[in-house]
T-cell receptor, first 116, second 112 residues
Framework: EAQVTQNPRYLITVTGKKLTVTCSQN?????MSWYRQDPGLGLRQIYY???????DKGDVPEGYKVSRKEKRNFPLILESPSPNQTSLYFC???????????????FGPGTRLTVL | GQQLNQSPQSMFIQEGEDVSMNCTSS?????WLWYKQDPGEGPVLLIA???AGELTSNGRLTAQFGITRKDSFLNISASIPSDVGIYFC????????????WGLGTSLAVNP
């Protein structure tokens, strides 16, 4: 089954304690992305990657890191989490377009993070 | 970052009613997408539009790509309780590094 998986689904942590949220896709997609979703603010892109070893900042990258060592995995790293990073996080993947028509982003189920 | 103007922000309707929502942009897009997010889940693509003026249906859902390429509409006919969720529009321009621009969502509640 084609899917994007994220782990953990729920996480409560404390300020300053480094954490990693994993994301994996089994569709051989080139493009992967991380979003955070907050009430009233919709989906905001944190980082994206167009292929292995190629990453770039989205709209709200501060306080986050990512890596893309393999095509299928795109972990999100919070080196020193703060309470304002309490949010619902989504990983997404899609084919990198050859024709511009393959835009479908497949989303993971989300990770709800609380930073105390 | 850039965002789309999506309206209405929320809707509360009776089962069986039709629903309309729309998105507008200051920029031209060559793709419009409509997603639905069920409670506790990630967004799922409903309809993709690739040509100005295009009208596409998916069951009771119909979406249109505005002819100015700066807007899109989603209609849901004869709503049912499982239509509850948040509907997002997203626009895409091929020259924008694959970055989707998102609306803030329309929250739909359906009273059985």
């Amino acid at each position: 089954e084609a899917q994007v998986t994220q782990n953990p689904r729920y996480l409560i942590t404390v300020t300053g304690k480094k954490l990693t949220v994993t994301c994996s896709q089994n569709m051989n997609h080139e493009y992967m992305s991380w979003y955070r979703q907050d009430p009233g603010l919709g989906l905001r892109q944190i980082y994206y990657s167009m292929n292995v070893e190629v990453t770039d900042k989205g709209d709200v990258p501060e306080g986050y890191k990512v890596s893309r060592k393999e095509k299928r995995n795109f972990p999100l790293i919070l080196e020193s989490p703060s309470p304002n990073q309490t949010s619902l996080y989504f990983c997404a993947s899609s084919l990198f377009p050859q024709t511009g028509t393959t835009d479908t982003q497949y989303f993971g189920p989300g990770t709800r993070l609380t930073v105390l | 970052g850039q965002q789309l103007n999506q309206s209405p922000q929320s809707m509360f309707i009776q089962e069986g009613e039709d629903v309309s929502m729309n998105c507008t942009s200051s920029s031209i897009f060559n793709t419009w997408l409509w997603y639905k997010q069920d409670p506790g889940e990630g967004p799922v693509l409903l309809i993709a539009l690739y040509k100005a003026g295009e009208l596409t249906s998916n069951g009771r859902l119909t979406a249109q790509f505005g002819i100015t390429r700066k807007d899109s509409f989603l209609n849901i006919s004869a709503s049912i309780p499982s239509d509850v969720g948040i509907y997002f529009c997203a626009g895409f321009n091929a020259g924008n590094n694959r970055k989707l621009i998102w609306g803030l969502g329309t929250s739909l509640a359906v009273n059985p």
